[in-house]
């Protein structure tokens, strides 16, 4: 079973940065495109970030221009370039593959953006 694993969150400062790393146990990303989406407290999971299998990537309107999505295939991971980071970008930040229907979702990374 493909595990997924999440890390590079923290706490950070409004208009901070972060980057968000993403490990897969199997090649997943090269495939199936990756995808990063994030749960803050009391609300639905939501789409951040998506790459697909041929490097394409979309955002979601609320982070174009902050964050960018990337993927290393040697390394079975995706990343995410979190940049002028705002309080409410304050969430549980987890991924999964792009296509193919969601994997058993990992612990995920918290970010924090508070002053």
């Known amino acids: 079973q493909v595990q997924l694993v999440e890390s590079g969150g923290g706490l950070v400062q409004p208009g901070g940065s972060l980057r968000l790393s993403c490990a897969s146990s199997e090649i997943l990303f090269s495939i199936n495109g990756g995808a990063w989406y994030r749960q803050a407290p009391g609300k639905q999971r939501e789409l951040v970030a998506a790459?697909?299998?041929?490097?394409?990537?979309n955002y979601a309107d609320f982070v174009k221009g902050r964050l960018t999505i990337s993927r290393d295939n040697a390394k079975n991971t995706v990343y995410l370039q979190m940049n002028s980071l705002k309080p409410e970008d304050t969430a549980r930040y987890y991924c999964?593959?792009?296509?193919?229907?969601?994997?058993?979702w990992g612990q995920g990374t918290q970010v924090t953006v508070s002053s």
């Open positions: 790459i697909t299998s041929g490097g394409s990537t």
């Open positions: 999964n593959r792009e296509v193919g229907g969601p994997l058993p």
